[in-house]
Structures are given as structure tokens and as C-alpha cells.
């Protein structure tokens, strides 16, 4: 199954193929509160999704695209292929996200990619 | 009077998982989304100054950096906001949303990243303006003025606030005032005022202690009440908002014996009456406990005027009172200070008939969690409406 990681003022982007670690890891902006009568009380304010998945064999491009995205905080789309719920994302990682070999290519890398709405 | 709300308001925010929205506003631009972490909001009934409340916001696009090119900026009207956002529902309804923080911004702060705006409320120039010298006193002693109409010319002449005598006024709420100015008229209650460099907020705690009156800022205009009346309108919570409840009777609430100082004369520095009043049951019971009301800026021209305030405070701390912290959810956020309030917490035997007034609050807008104070003190004789004597059938 591949998904589609492009800029949000032109077509350029990347096809992703995640691995099977993809895991999608929404959370809710929320007050819970358990009070003395054991009710509980919820407060929410709103949501975001997110997305962590790892990437094996792409390639130098792939790679330059994707760290360029990382590096400059780029407001991206996010959509999985023939799909059309679209999402707008940004690459939330840490460290840069693609940046390993693959032994034994010194031309293929691998990496993790972490996504969040915005 | 509780927030100006809608029934459906005030029964969506009872829930247990109420529809909430929560917003932050600079002019009419809407940055709410920016909100890194929201403040707390602290209301007191009787403590007149300007509360200044800061908000850290994210600035990663450079949302706010048009205050270093346009300061002016800073005096636009921001408002803190909570309430039910209708129009996420389907069919769509109008937002109804109470205005918890209304000011301008005092200051802006720019740091790693982010960005932190102090909003400092309309009561500013309270804290700031001076009334009167030594060389130039502000006198009012040349004539005998209702307290309400000395705390309208303070607040509009010197306050800079509207003095427009209707409900338009934009600063003060005319109904509360109104209300307010009608006890002293029907009493025919005068006071004179002499300030040679007091400060305006000064004053006005003065005018509150003298007439045991509330003078707070809430939903962005000065209220001003005195709580003794009568009223049908309480909230009550029931158990299950209530977190915890601290108690608290203190035997030095007590005041049995009250001595009001009145007709101050400037120029003598004396008093010509003196008046009191006790209660002998509680002086016979704890011992003398004596409060004087003795003051060279606000005073009381006339004995009757005196002893009422004398009476009032006899008759509210003549015994000690129960003086309550409650830990709640933000269920009580549809009242204002001064409102009367029940819940039920059975350590304490507090049942739901035990009518209490919120005298405080403190609300965590970021955890959604109020800590209120309530208690007797300005309580005296509360209406309460026995359900059960009501005649059922003939009301359907």
C-alpha cells in the first residue's frame, strides 16, 4: 500500500511505501477529571492526527526531498494512494528523518518518518 | 446575576463531556490556536485592582512579530473566552462564549520560539492614577453624595471609564449599578470624600469596606453589588463536580461590637459622631470583639448612615461562619461573583439546602478545574423555593 507526501503549493512529492511498523497515533487535546463521586468529567477541545512508519530502499532523491521537508518545517499533504482523505502535515522527527544505508548499498537508505496535523 | 447565557448553555456545561471551546482574540484576529498554555483566571469580591494575566503562545511562523513594527497594536481589545462553540453541532447554532479576560496588552515578550502576552484589564488606570496632592486635595465635602455616585464620578472622571448613563455603557454594568445606587438612595446614605494622593483603587476599596459592597471586573465591565438582598437564583451543583471541599470556621471572624467614626472634618482632624452597634448574646458568649471603622478619605456624614454599617456588620459576623474551598470542575464558570451557590459533600454534612455565596474563584482554564470559595458571610435572608409545597398539578 503506498501513500503520497507532497507540498502543499505544487504537485512535487514523493511516493511512500511504509513498512509494517506504520502506526497511527491520534490524540485528543483534553481535561479528564474523576471526582469524588467517582463521575467523571471530560473537557476536549480538539484533536490531531499523527502518523510514525519506517522506510527501507529509497533512494538518494527520496532522501534529499524528504530531509529537505524535515529541515524547513514544510507545510505538507498526506494521502494514501486513490484516497481522498487528505491531511495536512508537517514531519515532526527529532533527528533527520532518513539517513542510514542499507548495507550493502551505499546509494539505497532507510529511515523513520514521523508526521502530526498541524 | 449569572452570565447572560442561553438555558442550553447552561445545561451544556453541566455535562460531563460538554461541548467547550476556548478562545483568545487580539482586535478581531482569532489566535487561539496559538495558545501554548492557558492562564489561570482569579476573581475576588472585594479586591479592586487590575489583573494582569499572561498567555504563552507559540510564534513559529511569526504570528506576533507585528508588534515590533506596529506596537500600537498593543492597545487593541483582547479578550480570554469560554463557552460552547454551537456552530461545530449540526444543525449549526450561534457560538455562545462568556468573556472571562477583557483588557489591553501590557507587555510583549519574545523568548525561544515562542511569545508571551500580558493582558492587563480595563481597571488599569485604577492602579495608576493618583487622585489629589497635599497642595491640590480632591474634595468632596462640599456637598453630602450618595457612595454610588462618588464611585461613578471616580471611576468615569478619573477612571477613564464610559459614563454613559444606560445599558450601553461599554465599561460599567448599568443594571448592577443601578441596583447598586438604589440601596443608598432608598437609605438616603451620604458620604463625603477628601484624598490628597490616594490611589484610585485605594479609593474604591474604601467605598466597598465602608458600604460592605463588591466592586469586582467580570464578562469586562465593573459590577458593583451589596449581597444582603434576597434572591431565588442558585445553582446548585450536587455532588458530583466536587473534587474536595476544605472547611474552615475561624473565631476571629467575629465581630460583636462595631464603632463607625463619622463627619470627619478636614481642616480639625476630628470626628463629630461616633456611633455602634453590639450584639450582647454573642459579646456575653466569645467576649468583646471590636472592629473600628475610622477613615480620613471616605466617611459617613450622618449617624444613621453610620450605624447602619455598624448594624450590617453586627448582624453578618456576630457569629463565626463557615468558610468553605471547594474543588470543583468548571461547572460553576456560568456565575458571577456574589452568586448563591449549593452542592452536596456528606463528609461535612453540606446538603443541597445549605445555601452559600461565591465570594472567590480561581479557574484553571488549561486543566478545566475551578477552586471557589463560598461561605455565610453576607448571607441573611435567603428565599428558598420549597418544591414540594408547590401545587403540581395546577402548574401543568
Not at chain 1, 526531498?65 to 486513490?82: F, Q
Request: hydrophobic content about 35%; some cysteine.
Amino acid at each position: 500500500m503506498s501513500y503520497r507526501l507532497y507540498l502543499t503549493n505544487s504537485a512535487d512529492g514523493v511516493e511512500v511505501f511504509p513498512e509494517y511498523n506504520y502506526t497511527e497515533g491520534d490524540r485528543k487535546v483534553e481535561s479528564r477529571t474523576r471526582t469524588s463521586t467517582g463521575a467523571e468529567y471530560v473537557y476536549k477541545f480538539g484533536s490531531f492526527e499523527s502518523w510514525k512508519f519506517g522506510v527501507q530502499f529509497v533512494n538518494s532523491s527520496f532522501y534529499a526531498i524528504v530531509n529537505s521537508w524535515w529541515l524547513s518545517n514544510s507545510e505538507l499533504l498526506w494521502v494514501k494512494t486513490g484516497d481522498t482523505d487528505v491531511s495536512s502535515v508537517r514531519i515532526i522527527n527529532r533527528k533527520k528523518p532518513i539517513g542510514k544505508f542499507i548495507k550493502p548499498h551505499d546509494d539505497l537508505y532507510a529511515g523513520t518518518i514521523e508526521l502530526s496535523t498541524y | 446575576m449569572p452570565h447572560s447565557v442561553s438555558s442550553d448553555f447552561l445545561v451544556e456545561i453541566e455535562k460531563k463531556a460538554p461541548l467547550v471551546g476556548r478562545k483568545f482574540t487580539i482586535g478581531d484576529s482569532d489566535y487561539t490556536s496559538y495558545v501554548k498554555k492557558w492562564p489561570k483566571i482569579r476573581k475576588k469580591w472585594n479586591d479592586i485592582r487590575p489583573i494582569n494575566i499572561t498567555i504563552n503562545l507559540s510564534n513559529e511562523d511569526q504570528a506576533f512579530d507585528f508588534f515590533c513594527s506596529e506596537p500600537y497594536k498593543m492597545n487593541n481589545t483582547t479578550k480570554i473566552e469560554f463557552g460552547v462553540p454551537w456552530s461545530v453541532e449540526s444543525p449549526a447554532g450561534t457560538d455562545e462564549y462568556l468573556t472571562l479576560h477583557e483588557g489591553k496588552i501590557s507587555n510583549v515578550m519574545f523568548t525561544n520560539g515562542g511569545c508571551k502576552i500580558a493582558v492587563v484589564d480595563k481597571i488599569k488606570p485604577f492602579a495608576e492614577r493618583v487622585l489629589g496632592d497635599t497642595d491640590t486635595p480632591l474634595d468632596y465635602t462640599a456637598s453630602d453624595y450618595y457612595p454610588s455616585d462618588l464611585a461613578w464620578y471616580l471611576a468615569t472622571s478619573y477612571g477613564g471609564l464610559d459614563n454613559t448613563q444606560s445599558t450601553a455603557n461599554t465599561d460599567i454594568d448599568w443594571n448592577d449599578f443601578i441596583n447598586w445606587a438604589g440601596v443608598f438612595t432608598a437609605d438616603n446614605t451620604r458620604v463625603n470624600a477628601y484624598f490628597e494622593g490616594t490611589r484610585l483603587n485605594e479609593a474604591f476599596r474604601k467605598i466597598g469596606r465602608i458600604t460592605r459592597s463588591s466592586i469586582y471586573v467580570e464578562d469586562g465591565k465593573l459590577r458593583f453589588a451589596r449581597y444582603t438582598e434576597t434572591t431565588s437564583i442558585v445553582l446548585n451543583l450536587g455532588a458530583d463536580p466536587i473534587k474536595s471541599v476544605t472547611a474552615k470556621i475561624d473565631d476571629k471572624e467575629i465581630i460583636n461590637k462595631h464603632i463607625t467614626f463619622a463627619d470627619y472634618n478636614v481642616q480639625s482632624d476630628t470626628y463629630s459622631i461616633v456611633t455602634n452597634d453590639e450584639d450582647t448574646t454573642s459579646v456575653n458568649t466569645y467576649g468583646t470583639r471590636e472592629l473600628i471603622e475610622k477613615d480620613q478619605n471616605v466617611w459617613y456624614v450622618d449617624s444613621s448612615s453610620a450605624v447602619d454599617l455598624s448594624q450590617r456588620i453586627v448582624l453578618t459576623h456576630k457569629e463565626p461562619y463557615l468558610q468553605l474551598k471547594v474543588d470543583a470542575t468548571a461547572a460553576p464558570i456560568t456565575r458571577f461573583i456574589g452568586d448563591l451557590i449549593t452542592f452536596e459533600w456528606d463528609k461535612l454534612g453540606i446538603t443541597g439546602g445549605d445555601t452559600k455565596r461565591l465570594m472567590s474563584y480561581d479557574f484553571d482554564l488549561n486543566n478545566m478545574a475551578m477552586k471557589i470559595d463560598v461561605d455565610d458571610s453576607q448571607i441573611v435572608g435567603i428565599f428558598r423555593l420549597d418544591v414540594s409545597q408547590l401545587d403540581i398539578d395546577r402548574l401543568a
